[in-house]
């Protein structure tokens, strides 16, 4: 049943799959590190996540999310303080709390190995996206995970895992309806023309990624894309210890 509905969906919502505390414990780490930085509400507690709104927005950039210059730093009215907050957040990613114990949890691993059917060849990619987004900023736009995967095959699976409870405003990913459809037809549409013109398959690829929005986006705003290929955006709210699932196609 599980499956079936990813395949046919390109995503699975699923409840609850991981320990909530183990999760909580991953937040806890995280905006511990990040309290240097001066994100966080004084006097609150790390695990809370409370953003402390008299600092500008800006000094807070999220990752993959713009506001940066050429060599991709920070810009703003404090370029210094969001240079800190930037290099912490990406430190995140090599802190063996996250890169070791959240990242490979058995429990998320063992139902990917049972939903795909992979087994023990289910192998980990190395590369991992630790996404932030603090109240006010600018969002990621609309992409799949394919651009950024664009040397390899189309069969890999994304988790993405919640660190908290998110609200339908929190901020939490959204699903395009069937996107996984039009992503595949995005990349036959473009595959078709780079062999028409003669191009390689290394040349296609930097034609393709040359041709995608800055940052690796099809889009910068959900609703007019939605609007412009007739589908909806679904979403819902999420608690610590759920998981998505979706394919390296799936558009959010």
Same mark, same amino acid.
């Given at each position: 049943?599980?499956?079936?509905?990813?395949?046919?969906? =390109?995503?699975?919502?699923?409840?609850?799959?991981?320990?909530?505390?183990?999760?909580?414990?991953?937040?806890?780490?995280?905006?511990?590190?990040?309290?240097?930085?001066?994100?966080?509400?004084?006097?609150?507690?790390?695990?809370?996540? +409370?953003?402390?709104?008299?600092?500008?927005?800006?000094?807070?950039? %999220? +990752? =993959?999310?713009?506001?940066?210059?050429?060599? %991709? $730093?920070?810009?703003?009215?404090?370029?210094?303080?969001?240079?800190?907050?930037?290099?912490?957040?990406?430190?995140?990613? /090599?802190?063996?709390?996250?890169?070791?114990?959240?990242?490979?949890?058995?429990?998320? $691993?063992?139902?990917?190995?049972?939903?795909?059917?992979?087994?023990?060849?289910?192998? /980990?990619?190395?590369?991992?996206?630790?996404? @932030?987004?603090?109240?006010?900023?600018?969002?990621?736009?609309?992409?799949?995970?394919?651009?950024?995967?664009?040397?390899?095959?189309?069969?890999?699976?994304?988790?993405?895992?919640?660190? %908290?409870?998110?609200?339908?405003?929190?901020?939490?990913?959204?699903?395009?309806?069937? %996107?996984?459809?039009? =992503?595949?037809? +995005?990349?036959?549409?473009?595959?078709?023309?780079?062999?028409?013109?003669?191009?390689?398959?290394?040349?296609?690829? *930097?034609?393709?990624?040359?041709?995608?929005? *800055? =940052?690796?986006?099809?889009?910068?705003?959900?609703?007019?894309?939605?609007?412009?290929?007739?589908?909806?955006?679904?979403?819902?709210?999420?608690?610590?210890?759920?998981?998505?699932?979706? @394919?390296?196609?799936?558009?959010?």
């Amino acid at each position: 049943m599980a499956r079936r509905k990813f395949q046919e969906d =390109g995503y699975l919502f699923i409840k609850g799959d991981l320990p909530r505390q183990d999760v909580l414990k991953a937040r806890e780490e995280f905006f511990k590190l990040l309290a240097p930085s001066g994100v966080l509400k004084p006097g609150t507690r790390p695990v809370d996540g +409370i953003f402390n709104a008299t600092r500008d927005k800006l000094d807070f950039p %999220g +990752i =993959g999310a713009g506001f940066t210059d050429a060599n %991709g $730093r920070p810009t703003g009215p404090h370029p210094e303080l969001a240079s800190k907050f930037v290099d912490l957040t990406l430190q995140a990613h /090599t802190e063996p709390w996250y890169n070791e114990t959240f990242c490979k949890h058995p429990a998320l $691993r063992k139902y990917i190995s049972r939903l795909t059917g992979w087994g023990d060849n289910t192998l /980990t990619v190395r590369r991992t996206l630790l996404r @932030n987004n603090t109240p006010g900023n600018k969002a990621i736009g609309v992409h799949y995970d394919q651009i950024f995967l664009r040397y390899g095959e189309d069969t890999s699976v994304t988790a993405w895992v919640p660190m %908290g409870d998110v609200s339908r405003q929190g901020g939490g990913l959204i699903y395009l309806v069937k %996107g996984h459809l039009l =992503g595949a037809e +995005i990349e036959q549409e473009f595959t078709s023309q780079a062999k028409a013109a003669g191009l390689t398959d290394e040349e296609a690829n *930097s034609a393709f990624n040359q041709n995608i929005r *800055s =940052g690796g986006l099809l889009a910068d705003g959900p609703s007019a894309f939605a609007k412009q290929h007739n589908r909806r955006w679904l979403l819902t709210d999420r608690q610590a210890g759920d998981v998505v699932l979706h @394919n390296s196609l799936c558009g959010r």
